[in-house]
């Protein structure tokens, strides 16, 4: 199993720019695809990207499509979400999670999360 911690959330004004790490401990992080989904307050979570366990493929939800990209570094046990053109709707708890495949976007095909940040994007 993998522990899967994020960071990088904060506050930022529309337009502006984030970049998310989920670093992974325990476990073989090269193993697990990684996927980055949201919860904003009253709303599910949300599937925004996914990236294979070599990275040579990656996912998006269309809402986030040109404006996120994701990357992972294996050696460092690190994944990235660089989010820009940032708006007040994307205001959520943002978490990453590992699996096997990276394009599915149900909660249930993840079994390891992290405990999430906090995105604020102010209008």
């Known amino acids: 199993q993998v522990h899967l911690l994020e960071s990088g959330g904060g506050l930022v004004q529309a337009g502006g720019s984030l970049r998310l790490s989920c670093a992974a401990s325990?476990?073989?992080?090269?193993?697990?695809?990684i996927v980055w989904f949201r919860q904003a307050p009253g709303n599910e979570l949300e599937f925004l990207a996914g990236?294979?366990?070599?990275?040579?493929?990656?996912y998006f939800t269309d809402s986030v499509k040109g404006r996120f990209t994701i990357s992972r570094d294996n050696a460092k046990n690190l994944v990235f979400l660089e989010m820009n053109r940032l708006k007040p709707e994307d205001t959520a708890v943002y978490y990453c999670a590992g699996g096997i495949l990276a394009g599915r976007s149900r909660v249930q095909d993840y079994d390891y999360w992290g405990q999430g940040t906090q995105v604020t994007v102010s209008s």
């Open positions: 325990a476990g073989t992080f090269s193993n697990y695809a």
């Open positions: 990236i294979s366990q070599r990275g040579l493929h990656t």
